[in-house]
């Protein structure tokens, strides 16, 4: 065609080369870890919590890997709120039905009624809570310290394929675009004399009419983004060229593999009575 | 270079009748094809067929035959018919790769799904930011722009591509007028190098500006087609619900309010 040359022809301006914003380093020594050693905490931390049972050792395990590097991070404050808002539901009931149902238990607190807090209760419930807390802070710590899109360029240099990166990536970012999609409509009705406020029933009666269009949309979006990354070749087999990658080092590696060493340790040691 | 439709029928998987009916269609290079009809008339159906993405991405049932410089793409996969034809949605949102930081990195994921060279790949991100005007945003999250803006990065991410031929749904649905003329100026500078480009839109207006050729669908069938400025001066248009350009409507009704018609025509000349 006579005019590919043309476009192929570097314009003025196509020789500034690939812009420092791109792959620009996090604003703290943790961001700027390399997004699998972070990833390798997170789901050590949160492994490592439910094995370790009882209430100290999940409790120094969180002070040293979630609230002192979000403190390096400078991320504690929105670490809180976060992983707080995130596990507070499940956290609450956890905490409620154990406080009150645990089986077995003998040593009354409180009576509510029909309904009876005991010691056992309570202790087994902090337990829980604390797995809990500790399960959403180090997944949080992650996704506050790491671009979604650094985790996947990493995964996709170490020869993971892109498709793994894009499900993990979408699934994340799929959450926020459901909530605006939800408060788009929760709006929309509400200007057509739907209410939204009130009694419980009301409130549950309100969300019927938002369920159906929410799912039914993210459904015709899925249908769409997948063209639109066929149609930008994104099932092309062979590799991506990448613009850049995280940086790594010797030292991280090493400190992956001792995490992972440190939690297989931990698991051999419960299972065998090693570590009571 | 030439993508050609013959006598192509579609019908969407579940459908009761077909959405498209006996079509035939030649896209040469440097030839912009403009696409109008009313709603429902099959012009997004028309752009997927024609973009090879119905069937193989959305199911369905074709019949006819679609070639690219004389070769059947029956065979085709997607990737390798990607390389070639462009595609480009109403809806930005869903356009955007949601892997990439920056605008510079969403324009550039095109071309790195291609495996083009590192450098190339840079080279054509900047020239296709640059196209549009929009080399300003390189630094933002694509995610957080409004629709406009996000529209125009996702026509930048197809021009990086480099395809030969561009097929566009309705591109400028969500963009302002100064956002139009971003996008009409790059499909002419596009055709002008030899691009081939089919636009499907409801804004005459912009048809007027960059088609040669109008085709106007009415229920999956071609109802009129011919050289731009007489399709969409063809009386009836507006019967089979499309809007004429404002210039004929302006001009329609200074003849009827008795202006002479070629005085008119020589004021809008001058």
């Known amino acids: ?276 | 270079m030439t993508i050609s439709l013959e006598g192509v029928g579609y019908r969407y998987a579940g459908a009761t009748r077909p959405s498209l009916l006996e079509i035939d269609l030649d896209l040469a290079d440097g030839v912009v094809i403009g696409l109008a009809g009313p709603s429902e008339a099959g012009k997004t159906t028309l752009c997927l067929v024609a973009s090879g993405l119905a069937p193989r991405t959305v199911g369905g049932q074709i019949r006819g035959r679609i070639t690219l410089d004389g070769e059947d793409i029956d065979a085709w996969p997607m990737h390798r018919l990607s390389q070639r034809i462009g595609i480009g949605f109403q809806n930005p949102s869903t356009q955007l790769s949601q892997v990439a930081a920056t605008v510079f990195e969403e324009v550039a994921f095109g071309p790195m799904n291609l495996g083009v060279a590192r450098d190339e790949v840079v080279a054509r991100t900047w020239a296709a930011l640059d196209s549009l005007g929009i080399d300003g945003l390189a630094e933002r999250d694509p995610q957080r722009l409004s629709g406009g803006p996000q529209q125009l990065v996702a026509i930048a991410g197809l021009l990086a591509m480099r395809p030969e031929h561009l097929v566009l749904d309705e591109p400028t649905a969500q963009l302002d007028p100064a956002g139009t003329r971003l996008v009409a100026e790059a499909i002419a500078r596009l055709a002008a190098d030899g691009a081939s480009i089919l636009v499907a839109e409801q804004k005459t207006d912009l048809l007027a500006e960059v088609a040669s050729t109008v085709i106007v669908l009415a229920e999956g069938r071609i109802a009129l087609r011919g050289p731009a400025s007489q399709v969409l001066a063809d009386p009836r248009l507006v019967e089979l619900g499309v809007a004429e350009p404002a210039a004929i409507r302006l001009r329609r009704a200074a003849v009827a309010a008795g202006v002479d018609d070629d005085r008119l025509k020589g004021a809008l000349r001058g």
Not at chain 1, 203 to 223: D, N, Q, Y
Not at chain 1, 234 to 263: K, V, Y
């Open chain 1, 1 to 276: 065609m006579a005019g590919r040359d043309r476009l192929t022809d570097p314009p003025p301006g196509a020789d500034r080369g690939v812009p420092d914003f791109v792959g620009r380093p996090g604003p703290s020594a943790y961001h700027r870890l390399n997004p699998l050693t972070k990833a390798t905490l997170a789901t050590v931390t949160a492994i490592a919590a439910v094995v370790l049972g009882g209430l100290i050792g999940p409790i120094v395990l969180v002070t040293a890997a979630v609230i002192v590097p979000a403190v390096v991070g400078r991320v504690l404050g929105r670490l809180i709120r976060t992983a707080l808002l995130l596990a507070l539901p499940i956290a609450v009931s956890a905490f409620l039905v154990n406080l009150f149902f645990f089986p077995g238990a003998e040593t009354v607190l409180l009576r509510v009624g029909p309904i009876t807090a005991t010691a056992e209760g309570l202790g087994f419930a902090l337990e829980i809570l604390v797995r809990i807390l500790a399960i959403s802070g180090a997944v949080t710590l992650f996704y506050l310290t790491t671009r979604p899109a650094d985790l996947v360029v990493d995964l996709e240099r170490r020869g993971v394929s892109p498709r793994v990166g894009f499900v993990a990536n979408a699934s994340v970012q799929t959450v926020p675009a459901m909530v605006e999609r939800a408060a788009q409509i929760t709006a929309a009705q509400r200007a057509r004399g739907m209410d939204t406020e009130g009694s419980i029933w009301r409130r549950i009666r309100g969300v019927v009419p938002i369920v159906g269009p929410v799912i039914l949309g993210s459904i015709a979006e899925v249908e769409e983004r997948t063209m639109a990354l066929e149609a930008r070749g994104f099932t092309r087999p062979g590799r991506r060229t990448l613009l850049w990658s995280p940086p790594d080092s010797g030292l991280e590696s090493l400190a992956r593999w001792a995490l992972l060493a440190a939690l297989l340790a931990l698991i051999v040691g419960r299972v065998t009575g090693i570590w009571a």
